[in-house]
């Protein structure tokens, strides 16, 4: 293997109530009129479940690219073009600030415009639209519907898995969401897909190895964005090191000794995992388009 290789992982998340969950999103998706698919805007193929454009359908369907504000903004323009290519209308947001949430009712509105005349031509007039919300573990499902709702009307925790079982809840101007548990596939085919998962806190960091998860992120950096390195820990990533070496110098840079000149890796895996998902690294999507 090469020096600058990704180390291997063995990545399965096998979690009971993701069947479940997923039964219960086939049984529901009748009663909707559209659905909108909440991915986070840096990964939005790896939080994308594949399963979704099975169980929507021919419905309706609404991309929110949420969390822009921690992505590269370039890169995101793409994926918005990419995904209206698809047919899909694309919204995009930061759910935490609120940025872009207001115009997810009109976007909403905009969609299902051919729905809208159907129900005003057999007079009803004043039906509520139906809107089936839906986004892998921790995407900020709940936070976007809390401020969409203006009000806490879901349950949002910065976990994988808040949300367990669906609820309704109305929106002003006649419509109404349904909100449904995260669900992520059983098994993930590559092991690009679960880390890039669990750099963006899909699923907990600790079903992995968190030094190699972050070894490997080290060389994602280096590759993506070899400044962020420069800036947040001061020192060029050498091309000729492994991600374990550079977390090291890392390390060094940071001052985390610890006994006979050794430094402490494991420490400084967590505070990069950490500083990543916080944005203190910069604005840094994990994931581009594929070329057309």
Known sequence: MAENAYEKMVIQWFPGHMTKAQRMIEENMKM?????????????????????????????????????????????????????KKGFAVLETDAKTGKGVNNFVPAVRSVLKEKIAAYEAKGL??????????????????????????????????????????????????????????ILWPKFDSQEVGEALALTNAIKADVLDKETLAANFMLRLRALKPEAIEQRYKFTPDPEKNGFELLEDAAKKRGFLVSRGEYDIERMANVLLSEYHDGKLGRISLEAPPEE
């Open 125 to 182: 007039v004043n039906r509520p639209l139906r809107i089936m919300i839906l986004g892998i573990p921790n995407v900020g499902k709940s936070t976007f519907i809390n401020k969409v709702a203006g009000r806490k009307a879901a349950i949002a925790g910065d976990k994988p898995g808040v949300t367990r079982g669906k609820q309704w809840i109305n929106i002003d101007k006649g419509l109404d969401l349904l909100d449904t548990p995260g």
């Open 32 to 84: 909707v009129d559209g659905v909108c698919e909440i991915l986070d805007a840096r990964i939005p193929l790896s939080s994308r479940n594949p399963d979704i454009d099975r169980l929507a359908g021919e419905k309706p369907r609404l991309v929110i690219l949420n969390r822009t504000d921690l992505a590269d903004p370039a890169i995101t323009a793409r994926w918005r073009e990419y995904f209206r």
